[in-house]
């Protein structure tokens, strides 16, 4: 090739990967200004609330925030009650959460001065990616505007649908005795990993790697103790059917993987998982069923990787617009365990608690009752 000749214009690809890491980039930069900002403005109330915790730290819902700030009226005398959190708790906390949100919508708190995401906590609305150009192009292919709209709003609607399972999921998974034991130990080989370690310890990204350890950027470098503990991480997400986590108290769920080739399937989740093949030209016979099959498939890996609940996992999935048990359950927990790490155990914060939980998540202040009760034991 004549040294002189035009550079090559990119790809489309190439320029794809080039604007996302530019955004990616551009986040991170916005973030140490947005993160410098707040420490200027709260570094008091930071020090006095928080201290120098290695540990997450998470943004409490604007709701309770409201909640237990308001000075509400006492039976009987008219008097107001005190308010659990001061105005200068309420202020900060107001803050926080919104220098975490302005950051990405998904932002649910910080963990070693970076960024937590969370996006199955996210009530923001997906962004498919299509833009007028893109819709332009669709429509030269021969769909209409109604019907891109239409496609549009389904896959909309099908990942709010999987976004509702994947939480119930985490939800199941919180209260789950062998889920908790076994991550204590992977927790606790972590906690024994020096601070300096070749790979980084304080994002999303650390324990949400599904890719095979060995691929990992500076392997060659880990020590002995190191490669032990990616290898049960990933040994461990792949029985759980996670993606990772984004601190130890947010597992990731695994989403469903569709029409991927099958190379790709077992870098993703390792050589574990069972994958049927059915040849292009096959007809399956009318009387097979294939969701029953999926499920007796579902229930023997299940058994081979030693777990002690029934798969599938049932009852994670929304019904009728309605959050499932398990999802319910794990917002309310979080929540709470977040109040508590920050302010203990309020006394007589209970019954407000729960009227704005009853309020926020639309189920009665009996089922809330209820629903607390189960989880209480999970909060310390």
């Known amino acids: 090739m004549n040294s002189n000749s035009p550079p090559l214009d990119p790809s489309p690809e190439e320029q794809a990967l080039a604007i996302n ?201 880990l020590s002995d103790r190191q490669q032990l503990f990616y290898q049960m991480l990933r040994e461990f997400i792949a029985k759980w059917e996670l993606c990772g986590f984004a601190t130890w108290d947010l597992p990731l769920p695994q989403g469903p993987l569709q029409e991927l080739p099958a190379g790709l399937i077992t870098t993703l989740r390792g050589p574990e998982p069972t994958l049927s093949y059915v040849p292009n030209y096959f007809d399956i016979p009318s009387k097979v069923n294939l969701r029953d099959e999926l499920r007796d498939s579902q229930r023997r890996a299940g058994e081979r990787a030693g777990l002690g609940h029934e798969l599938p996992v049932t009852d994670t999935s929304a019904r009728s617009e309605t959050a499932s048990t398990h999802e319910t359950k794990f917002r309310m927990w979080f929540a709470e365990l977040t109040l508590r790490q920050r302010y203990g155990k309020i006394h007589g914060a209970a019954t407000r608690l729960g009227k704005a939980f009853a309020e926020e998540l639309g189920i009665s202040e009996v089922r809330i009752k209820k629903l607390r009760t189960e989880y209480s034991g999970f909060l310390d």
């Open 21 to 221: 890491a530019e955004q990616l980039s551009r986040h991170f930069r916005d973030w140490s200004k947005i993160w410098s900002q707040f420490l200027e403005q709260h570094g008091i109330w930071w020090r006095e609330r928080i201290g120098e915790t290695q540990e997450p730290v998470y943004t409490l819902p604007k709701f309770v925030v409201i909640a237990l700030s308001a000075e509400s009226e006492a039976r009987g005398n008219n008097r107001k009650t005190k308010r659990f959190l001061s105005a200068t708790d309420e202020q900060a906390e107001r803050s926080f959460r919104e220098a975490c949100e302005s950051f990405l919508p998904d932002t649910v708190g910080v963990w070693r001065d970076q960024p937590v995401r969370y996006p199955n906590l996210s009530d923001v609305e997906p962004n498919l990616g299509v833009d007028d150009k893109q819709t332009h192009m669709l429509m030269e292919s021969g769909l209409t505007e109604q019907q891109i709209k239409a496609s549009l709003n389904q896959s909309q609607s099908e990942i709010f649908k999987t976004r509702h399972q994947l939480l119930g999921y985490a939800g199941f998974l919180t209260f789950n005795e062998q889920f908790i034991e076994e991550r204590k130990v992977l927790q606790k080989l972590w906690q024994g990993l020096p601070s300096d370690s070749v790979l980084p310890q304080t994002s999303a990204s650390l324990l949400a790697s599904p890719v095979p350890f060995q691929f990992l950027p500076g392997y060659e470098r």
